[in-house]
């Protein structure tokens, strides 16, 4: 009753936001900008797969309906030229959950191409394993380790391996800095870190799958190595999380020329990272920022429209879409910069 309750209030603030401030506080048009939407999964609270295939069908309907579909490829080079259709939509997906899979046939029925933002570690820890993803595996499991503290000793040096974020990324750079004297240990570190954990059901994309996806007219791009926050990490965990990303997935597939952050909000991305996406050839990086790219803004900081991991109404779809999020965040962003210049205007009065 409760979530019920609360995806009608979502809905009508979605939708009046969009009715009562969309012509005043859209600072750029979605009829000749750019719409990018992101999706992470596709089914909800173990429901039945049948209804959320059902729900995808209605809402690719009415996107095909509404918008001009385009490639990233597309999107992208229609931006740096300045040159985009009517309407025009770019469909993302991010991590490459495995459900992507159950419901491809749905957006491919419908004509919609879409592109998958892949993250190297993730993907090659659900493939065999290979010698030349083995560190991208291992940073991965380091930085998402959640289990007992340990200690692992061996020729080359000690690792102490905790679940806290900073031990675990100081674990991290102690191998990337050596990483040649590691080398030979690197998968008896894996399984060393793993050994506490039981087998678990997959539940993201392998090569083999993400390669048949890319056969039927995908196109992959780069989500990092391991999904950490690019903006915490130093420029050496830097330089690794995107340039080992782009080396892997250059080999995996024909073309990544399009990059996506980790978390995409204020305080995952900085202009280092922006630095360091260009100096790996990625010409464009999208955000989760909600708003509609108009091409005049810097390339790696391209807005998307996060679609959110739980169920909505179609209704909260259309008006989510049309950038009903676009004015509720504009109009918080103004609040606060208005608050801003009241504190500071109030400040400067007393001190005088």
């Known amino acids: 009753m ?34 990018t939407i992101l999706f992470h999964n596709f089914t909800y609270d173990g429901e ?26 597309a999107a992208t080079d229609g931006l740096s030229g300045g040159r985009l259709p009517n309407m ?36 090659a820890n659900a493939s065999p394993r290979e010698e030349p993803t083995a560190l991208a595996r291992l940073v991965t499991d380091l930085e998402w380790y959640s289990g007992p503290e340990k200690e692992l000793i061996f020729p080359c040096g000690t690792l102490k391996v905790q679940s806290d974020k900073r031990p675990r ?52 791009g780069c989500h990092s190595v391991s999904h950490m926050n690019l903006a915490e990490g130093d420029q050496s965990r830097l330089d690794f999380e995107i340039f080992e990303a782009k080396r892997i997935l250059n080999s995996k597939f024909a073309r990544c020329e399009a990059f996506a952050y980790p978390f995409g909000v204020p305080g995952s991305y900085s202009s280092a990272t922006s630095k360091t996406l260009s100096k790996a050839g990625f010409q464009h990086a999208f955000l989760t920022r909600s708003d509609f790219a108009s091409g005049h803004e810097n390339p790696h900081e391209l807005p998307r429209i996060a679609l959110p991991d739980h169920l909505v109404s179609f209704v909260e779809f259309r008006a989510r879409v ?15 910069s208005n608050l801003v210049k009241l504190t500071d205007g109030a400040s400067e009065q007393v001190a005088n």
């Not at 690197?186 to 048949?212: D, P």
């Not at 049309?322 to 606060?336: E, H, K």
């Open 2 to 35: 409760v979530e019920t309750q609360m995806t009608i209030i979502r809905t009508v603030a979605f939708s009046v936001a969009l009715a009562m401030g969309g012509k005043l506080l859209l600072r750029n048009s979605p009829r000749d900008c750019l719409t």
């Open 48 to 73: 039945p797969l049948a209804k959320a295939r059902e729900r995808l069908k209605y809402q690719c309907e009415w996107l095909k309906k509404n918008y001009s579909p385009l490639t990233l490829t």
């Open 88 to 123: 025009p939509l770019l469909i993302t997906i991010d991590d490459a959950h495995t459900d992507t899979l159950d419901v491809f046939d749905i957006f491919r029925s419908f004509e919609l191409p879409i592109a998958i933002f892949v993250c190297a570690g993730w993907s």
């Open 169 to 220: 990324r100081e674990t991290a750079s102690q191998i990337l800095n050596h990483r040649d004297d590691w080398r030979p240990y690197l998968e008896e570190i894996i399984q060393k870190i793993n050994s506490h954990r039981s087998t678990a059901r997959r539940n993201i994309c392998n090569w083999q799958e993400l390669a048949e996806l890319e056969n039927l007219g995908v196109e992959i």
């Open 322 to 336: 049309r950038g009903g999020g676009v004015v509720i965040s504009n109009v918080r962003n103004y609040i606060r």
